[in-house]
């Protein structure tokens, strides 16, 4: 059964950094196109980056500059770098995969991807 799990969450003061993890259950991370969500209380689920199966990321404006999306296929893992973490970047992170296993990544929707994560949580403090 496929699996995504994350971890790395916690709480840090504004302008650290964290490294959240994305395990896959199975090799499929490299083929397919997966995205880092995040929601707030009170707000929308809203993509952070993606990463299709042939590179080239794409980032949030909020995030840009501050944040790194890879993955190690060897290890079926997907990552979030985040630096000079903000209040505002405070909420439940989840990891996702294309709802239809494209190579590549079909705009910002979370209704776009199908397969998540029980997410892990952020908080930052100012």
């Known amino acids: 059964q496929l699996q995504l799990v994350e971890s790395g969450g916690g709480s840090v003061q504004a302008g650290g950094s964290l490294r959240l993890s994305c395990a896959a259950s199975?090799?499929?991370?490299?083929?397919?196109?997966m995205g880092w969500f995040r929601q707030a209380p009170g707000k929308e689920r809203e993509r952070v980056a993606t990463?299709?199966?042939?590179?080239?990321?794409t980032y949030a404006d909020s995030v840009k500059g501050r944040f790194a999306i890879s993955r190690d296929n060897t290890k079926n893992t997907l990552y979030l770098q985040m630096n000079s973490l903000k209040a505002e970047d405070t909420a439940m992170y989840y990891c996702?995969?294309?709802?239809?296993?494209?190579?590549?990544?079909?705009?910002?929707?979370?209704?776009?991807?199908?397969?998540w994560g029980q997410g892990t949580q952020v908080t930052v403090s100012s």
């Open positions: 996702a995969a294309d709802r239809y296993w494209r190579p590549y990544c079909s705009g910002d929707s979370s209704s776009e991807f199908g397969f």
């Open positions: 990463i299709p199966s042939a590179g080239g990321t």
């Open positions: 199975g090799n499929f991370i490299s083929m397919t196109c």
